[in-house]
């Protein structure tokens, strides 16, 4: 079958990294979900251990292949195939999301997943994108994802895949990204804090005093700086926005 490049299709075929992202997920009798199954390399692994697997698969020619490839469990009722867009179709309710990942739409899937209350999740991303999910503040790949995720879960790269594990071969390097969905800093006024924390990201070159006093002007609020006014959005810690969000 001839992968898709439009789809972003680079499949994991390394045994080893798969074995590892289910071993790192503790898939024990869970219900989980897999979105961009392909040709079911992981799928496989998750069904041995799985209580239940749902996979989202957007590409009809994987669908079709799927569902012959494993129609006894199908069968069985532990495999539900589902065609869609991951990013359009409501996600049904499991304990874990274990998958590999589209590079492509890492960013709008991650924040779907971290908003959908599942209790851990094993991501594979790019290396690069992983990076800037864990990063902490000081560091060049520190931003707008690595604040807003530390509101909803705590997040660590376990391996790097190299992108030779992959076919077709990818221009990058992959990582294992384990998330706990347990908030590593607390927020209690959300919108305010992701809106705050986008708003002062897309504006990385100004003094944090200068970016406040803007943002404060939109929403028609007061707010402190917390003593962070000279820095530079990549310097300020992740507590700093929730505070300033909470105090509104």
Not at 99 to 124: A, D, Y
Not at 132 to 153: D, N, P, Q
Request: aromatic letters at 10%; hydrophobic letters at 40%.
């Amino acid at each position: 079958m001839k992968l898709l490049k439009s789809r972003d299709q680079h499949i994991l075929k390394d045994k080893r990294y798969l074995k590892k992202i289910v071993s790192v997920a503790e898939v024990r009798d869970d219900v989980v979900l897999e979105v961009g199954c392909g040709p079911g390399n992981l799928t496989s692994l998750l069904l041995k251990k799985a209580k239940k697997v749902y996979g989202i698969e957007k590409d009809r020619r994987f669908v079709e292949l799927l569902k012959k490839k494993f129609s006894g469990y199908i069968e069985e009722g532990k495999l539900e195939i589902i065609e869609g867009d991951a990013l359009k179709v409501e996600f049904p309710e499991c304990d874990k999301f274990v998958s590999n990942i589209p590079f492509s739409i890492s960013s709008p899937l991650t924040f779907k997943v971290l908003k959908h209350g599942f209790k851990l999740s094993v991501v594979t991303y790019q290396k690069e994108f992983a990076e800037r999910l864990v990063a902490r503040e000081g560091s060049k790949k520190y931003g707008r994802l690595s604040v807003i995720a530390k509101a909803y879960c705590k997040a660590e790269i376990v391996d790097i895949i190299p992108r030779y594990a992959f076919k077709p071969v990818p221009k990058v390097d992959a990582a294992i990204v384990k998330i706990v969905h347990e908030p590593e800093i607390k927020v209690e006024n959300l919108e305010v804090f992701e809106d705050l924390v986008t708003f002062v990201f897309s504006r990385r070159r100004k003094k944090f005093s200068k970016i406040l006093e803007e943002w404060c002007e939109k929403r028609k609020v007061r707010v402190s700086d917390m003593g962070y006014g000279d820095e530079r959005p990549e310097k300020i810690p992740p507590e700093v926005f929730a505070e300033i969000a909470d105090s509104l």
